[in-house]
């Protein structure tokens, strides 16, 4: 059986598959496609009113937008 995978995996096999990874991993490495932050979404301002089954409004939440300086 080790002779039957040895026959199966030799050497020049070996370095093609090699190979194949490498620039497979080049490839996704320079498109981006390791990249691990998610893009944000857009801050919105407002105002949002969280009503309860009568209509009368039980919670109010603002958000406030900052322009990020770190450029």
């Known amino acids: 059986m080790l002779e ?3 026959r199966r995996f030799d050497k020049r096999r070996l370095v093609l598959i090699a190979a194949l990874a490498l620039v497979a991993l080049y490839v996704g490495w320079r498109t981006g496609a390791f990249e691990t932050q ?3 979404k857009p801050c919105v ?5 969280i009503k309860d ?4 409004v039980v919670q109010v939440t603002r958000t406030t937008c900052f ?4 450029g």
Do not use: T
């Open 53 to 56: 089954s009568s209509g009368k």
């Open 45 to 49: 301002a407002g105002r949002n009113e």
């Open 67 to 70: 322009e990020d300086k770190a």
């Open 38 to 40: 998610p893009e944000q």
């Open 4 to 6: 039957k995978l040895k």
